[in-house]
C-alpha cells in the first residue's frame, strides 16, 4: 500500500487528486494539507476521502505523523520547491505538479536528492496525452526543425508559458540537429506579436476562459506542415499520469523532470 499526503488537496487540482487515491486500490491517503479548510475533515472540504482525516496547513507536522511514501503538490510556486525539500529531507519522496519553478529551485531539490537518496518528480503536465505529444515533437525535430509552440489555459493560470511548453521547447531544442534562421518579419507592428523564445523555439501564450489546457506544435518545412495538438477537456485527464507517477517514483534515482521519463526511461 503506498501511503500519500496530498498538499494543495482543497484546490481543483488537489480535490481530484484526493479522489483518485481515495479509489485507488494500491494507495492510502495518509494527510492532507492546505490554507483552506483547516481543521475540516477532507471529506467536507473537498467532497473525497474519509470524515476522520483532516486539513492541515502545517506540512513538515503532517509529514512527520504519517508516515507517508509520496507526497503530491499542487499549490504554489512560492512553496512548492521548500515542500518537496522538506519531503526529501523526511524520505518522502515528492512528485510537483505546480508549475513555475525556477532553476535554483530545481537545482536545491536535485541536490537534495542525491544527499538523502531520496527520488523526486516535476511533471508540468500528467496527461498522457500530452507527454506523448512532447515525445513526437522531439522526434519530429531533427527532419522539421522550423516550428512554434502555442499553448492555451484557462484564465487564472499564473505562469507563461506554461511549464509543458518550456519543457516542450527544450526537448525540440535537444533533438534539433540545427538551429534553422529565425522567420521573423522585418517589423513587429505589435510588440510581442511573435511571441517568446525559449532555447531557440518560439513559444507563444493564450490565456482565455473555457480553456483547461491545450497546446499546439507547428512544423514547417518546404511545401509540408505537420502538426501536433493535445486538449485536454477536464482535469480528469491528469489523473491517469498522477496515478502512474505515485506508483512508479520509489523506483527512480535523483530529480526526474516529465512524466515522459516516468514512461519512456532516460
Not at 29 to 51: H, I, K, M, N, Y
Not at 217 to 236: A, M
Request: hydrophobic share 45%; glycine share 12%; net charge negative.
Amino acid at each position: 500500500m503506498i501511503r500519500v499526503v496530498v498538499a494543495g488537496a482543497v484546490g481543483r487540482m488537489g480535490r481530484e487528486v484526493v479522489r483518485v487515491v481515495t479509489e485507488a486500490e494500491d494507495m492510502e491517503l495518509v494527510g492532507v494539507v492546505d490554507r483552506e479548510g483547516v481543521g475540516q475533515s477532507v471529506l467536507s472540504a473537498t467532497g473525497f476521502g474519509s470524515d476522520e482525516l483532516m486539513v492541515t496547513d502545517k506540512l513538515g507536522e503532517c509529514l512527520d505523523g504519517a508516515g507517508a511514501d509520496v507526497l503530491v503538490d499542487f499549490t504554489h510556486m512560492s512553496a512548492a520547491a521548500d515542500h518537496a525539500l522538506s519531503a526529501i529531507k523526511r524520505g518522502v519522496a515528492p512528485i510537483i505538479g505546480t508549475s513555475g519553478l525556477s532553476i535554483d529551485d530545481q537545482n536545491a531539490i536535485r541536490t537534495a536528492c542525491s544527499d538523502f537518496g531520496v527520488p523526486a518528480a516535476i511533471i508540468p503536465n500528467f496527461a498522457i496525452g500530452a507527454v506523448l505529444m512532447v515525445k513526437f515533437a522531439e522526434m519530429a525535430a531533427p527532419f522539421l526543425p522550423h516550428c512554434e509552440v502555442i499553448e492555451l489555459h484557462h484564465d487564472q493560470k499564473l505562469d507563461a508559458p506554461s511549464g509543458t511548453a518550456i519543457h516542450t521547447a527544450e526537448r525540440i531544442s535537444e533533438a534539433r540537429s540545427s538551429v534553422p534562421e529565425k522567420v521573423h518579419g522585418a517589423v513587429e507592428k505589435v510588440t510581442g506579436a511573435r511571441g517568446g523564445e525559449h532555447r531557440q523555439v518560439s513559444v507563444h501564450s493564450v490565456r482565455l476562459p473555457g480553456y483547461v489546457a491545450s497546446q499546439e506544435v507547428l512544423f514547417g518545412g518546404s511545401g509540408e506542415r505537420l502538426s501536433l495538438r493535445h486538449d485536454s477537456i477536464d482535469r480528469n485527464s491528469f489523473m491517469g499520469g498522477v496515478l502512474l507517477s505515485v506508483r512508479q517514483i520509489r523506483q527512480c534515482d535523483g530529480l526526474m523532470i516529465g512524466l515522459d521519463r516516468l514512461m519512456f526511461g532516460g
